[in-house]
């Protein structure tokens, strides 16, 4: 019974579907664009509209301030994303599900490859951090790691919320949103692998330069550029696969450890 319901899972979102589902003009080019700036845009505005009620309240650094909760309205940010990618897979005639494909768990095959996937891209971190350092700040000697951490300090309820919840809703939300939705239809209306990772490529990093907002160059380049080399064998990863639940799996650690990080001291 489960190879059964995998077959039609893997069909749904695959090239060939998709092809056909936007020559048929159901996947018009406007649900894949949205989507691929939602997440920026929509964290950059509620950052910016928690800043002006922080500032209302007369509170010193309301944007900076604001920028310390973002484990807690980036989740806003990914139900947008969630309802975008419902309304859009429903014109398709598809189901959100339908974007994750089937999860293979038997004997431990998608724990196994997202442990593999988690090992390619870890070094990957590493790589993208020391280019970024060196073509932002000189050298790593020079990187100011306390600040590009942007580490904070957060209630009791907002730091168990972020250890316990974020990670788990942002991490598959993300990548329902870049690889599941945005990257195998811009390929498919585009017709050029390329072009769709270009696209999905910039705004995937770009979101990480949200994670806060600063208003400091250094800041975003170094946020943006250290995502480039991972996110140029992330893509090419999805698009064999066509499943994303080793992808969450793998991403599921990467994320937490950044709560982690920034939220405990």
């Given at each position: 019974?489960?190879?059964t319901?995998e077959?039609p899972?893997?069909?749904?979102?695959s090239f060939?579907?998709?092809?056909?589902c936007?020559?048929?003009?159901?996947?018009?080019?406007?649900?894949p664009?949205?989507?691929?700036m939602a997440?920026t845009?929509?964290?950059?505005?509620?950052?910016?509209?928690?800043?002006?009620?922080?500032?209302?309240?007369?509170?010193p650094?309301?944007?900076?301030?604001?920028?310390?909760?973002?484990?807690?309205?980036?989740?806003?940010?990914?139900?947008?994303?969630?309802?975008?990618m419902?309304?859009?897979?429903?014109?398709?005639?598809i189901?959100?599900?339908d974007?994750?494909?089937?999860?293979?768990?038997?004997?431990?095959?998608?724990?196994?490859?997202?442990?593999g996937?988690?090992?390619?891209?870890?070094?990957?971190?590493i790589?993208?951090?020391?280019?970024?350092?060196?073509?932002?700040y000189?050298?790593?000697?020079?990187?100011?790691?306390?600040?590009?951490?942007?580490?904070?300090?957060?209630?009791?309820?907002?730091?168990?919320?972020?250890?316990?919840?974020?990670?788990?809703?942002?991490?598959?939300?993300?990548?329902?949103?870049?690889?599941?939705?945005?990257?195998p239809?811009?390929?498919a209306?585009s017709?050029?692998?390329w072009?769709?990772m270009l696209?999905?490529g910039?705004?995937?990093?770009?979101?990480?330069?949200?994670v806060?907002?600063v208003?400091d160059?250094?800041?975003?380049?170094?946020?943006?550029?250290i995502?480039?080399?991972?996110?140029?064998?992330?893509m090419?990863i999805?698009?064999?696969?066509r499943?994303?639940?080793?992808?969450?799996?793998?991403?599921?650690?990467?994320?937490?450890?950044?709560?982690?990080?920034?939220g405990?001291?």
């Amino acid at each position: 019974m489960a190879d059964t319901r995998e077959i039609p899972a893997v069909g749904l979102n695959s090239f060939s579907a998709l092809k056909e589902c936007a020559a048929a003009g159901r996947i018009p080019w406007t649900g894949p664009l949205l989507l691929v700036m939602a997440r920026t845009v929509l964290w950059f505005t509620l950052q910016a509209l928690l800043a002006l009620v922080l500032y209302a309240l007369h509170r010193p650094a309301p944007f900076q301030t604001a920028g310390n909760w973002w484990p807690v309205y980036f989740t806003l940010g990914d139900l947008g994303c969630l309802a975008g990618m419902k309304y859009y897979t429903r014109k398709e005639g598809i189901r959100l599900r339908d974007l994750i494909g089937p999860i293979r768990m038997r004997h431990g095959r998608d724990l196994l490859l997202a442990l593999g996937i988690l090992a390619v891209a870890y070094p990957l971190f590493i790589l993208g951090g020391h280019l970024a350092g060196v073509l932002v700040y000189g050298s790593m000697a020079k990187v100011p790691m306390d600040f590009l951490m942007h580490r904070h300090t957060l209630p009791l309820w907002a730091t168990v919320y972020s250890l316990t919840v974020w990670w788990v809703i942002q991490s598959a939300t993300e990548e329902m949103t870049y690889m599941g939705y945005v990257l195998p239809r811009l390929q498919a209306l585009s017709g050029r692998t390329w072009i769709a990772m270009l696209i999905v490529g910039f705004w995937t990093a770009a979101q990480h330069t949200m994670v806060p907002f600063v208003f400091d160059w250094r800041y975003i380049a170094f946020h943006f550029l250290i995502f480039v080399p991972f996110i140029l064998v992330w893509m090419p990863i999805y698009l064999c696969l066509r499943r994303l639940p080793p992808l969450i799996l793998a991403h599921w650690p990467m994320d937490l450890a950044v709560a982690i990080m920034t939220g405990i001291h």
